[in-house]
């Protein structure tokens, strides 16, 4: 029997291919399992920090412990609280959003016809469901209420995943064969997604609260779940606070027409721009040089496979498999195919000035006696 070493290109392609079939497979089947694990380690991210420096401050790792669930528990209860009774009437009240859309849209191509374009309404409306977004909305708040079912299990797997943190780097330095390379390889990819997830965890909330604050001020529906909204979706980068805006803007429209609307499009634009453009440049630096096309792939990957958690995990999970990727010079290309122009460049760079540094240590050490 051939082993993997002497197949051909297509035959290694193929093999890989059914493997990635069937890892997918498992996890869609497994959706009701892997989502709140991911949830609990995605919380366990953003709370480690926090437990470390207190340990740090001289606290006891089962008070700092202590200190950090409570503080979890206190945030999801706040948010039950705030937005729970608003997704629910939200849901109910999404039949009569969407049919008033579909007047307007009807509106719409009466407009049209008289200025001479004619669009079939069936046509227009197999290509085009006016009612669709409101919908996809309401599916994605369920998918939120549904979370809250799962608390207590994500809960305690925070717990069991935060008293593993202490241990785990000493565990996975006896089983793996190179332990100093390794370790450094995830040690960086650690601090890399730690500090993008907490510092894109805290732009995301203050855009929400913004988001929710003008909403409110202008008029608009239920602003507690477009600010929600807008937290979850800030966590895709390029295209999440698009996609955001959306449902909100068509929201307005129905309430009140174009004026209203545009309210909330500059709203969303004077946010969206501030917070792209000037904050999170200066605050995060550079971002995890994904390519936008590979962003907007990999939202609708990962929200087929593991629901609406997935399409707000998408990015950071898209991140390990590229990390992942670059370990290994068989996959490296795959690689640099997910990565964006920018993180190509920054790289190139950083190999010149390697370079050059130790051109200039070499001449360095001949000059020197």
């Known amino acids: 029997m051939k082993n993997v070493d002497s197949l051909s290109f297509i035959g290694r392609f193929m093999l890989v291919a059914a493997a990635f079939v069937i890892i997918i ?11 709140p694990f991911l949830l609990s380690l995605f919380i366990a991210v953003i709370a480690s920090p926090a437990l470390f420096w207190m340990q740090a401050k001289g606290l006891s790792q089962g008070l700092a412990m202590l ?30 959003y969407s049919e008033r859309l579909s007047a307007e849209f009807d509106k719409a191509q009466i407009w049209l016809s008289k200025l001479g374009v004619e669009i079939p309404r069936n046509l227009a409306h197999d290509m085009f469901d006016p009612g ?7 599916r994605l708040f369920a998918g939120i209420s549904a979370m809250f079912a799962n608390g207590l299990l994500i809960i305690i797997t925070v717990v069991f995943i935060l008293f593993e943190t202490s241990s785990m780097p000493a565990k ?17 990819l650690g601090e890399s997604l730690n500090r993008y997830i907490v510092l894109k965890s805290i732009i995301s909330l203050a855009t929400g609260i913004v988001v929710a604050i003008w909403l409110k001020i202008i008029g ?60 999170e440049p200066r605050v995060m630096g550079k971002g995890l040089g994904l390519s936008t096309l590979v962003v907007f792939l990999s939202l609708i990957f990962w929200g087929w496979v593991l629901g ?29 195919m997910l990565g964006s122009v920018s993180d190509i460049t920054a790289k190139a760079e950083n190999s010149q000035q390697s370079n050059g540094n130790s051109d200039n240590r070499e001449h360095q050490s001949k000059v020197v006696p």
């Open 220 to 279: 608009v529906d239920f602003p507690l779940l477009w600010g929600l909204l807008a937290f979850l979706f800030n966590y895709v980068p390029n295209i999440g606070s698009i996609i955001a805006a959306i449902p909100a803007v068509m929201l307005a429209f129905v309430q009140s027409g174009f004026d209203l609307a545009l309210l909330a499009i500059s709203g969303y634009a004077v946010i969206n721009i501030g917070v792209g453009s000037f904050l």
């Open 67 to 96: 200190i950090v669930i409570l503080c979890v528990i206190c945030g999801a209860l706040l948010l039950i609280a705030f937005v729970g009774t608003s997704i629910n009437d939200f849901s109910a009240a999404i039949p009569g």
């Open 25 to 35: 497979a498992g996890l869609r089947s497994a959706e009701t399992i892997v989502v």
């Open 172 to 188: 996975l330095a006896s089983a793996l064969d190179n332990p100093a390379q390794s370790m450094h390889r995830i040690r960086l």
């Open 132 to 138: 669709s977004a409101m919908k996809l909305v309401g």
């Open 308 to 336: 609406p958690v997935g399409m707000l995990l998408s990015v950071p999970l898209t991140m390990i498999v590229k990390v992942i990727l670059e370990s290994d010079a068989q996959t490296r290309w795959f690689a640099v």
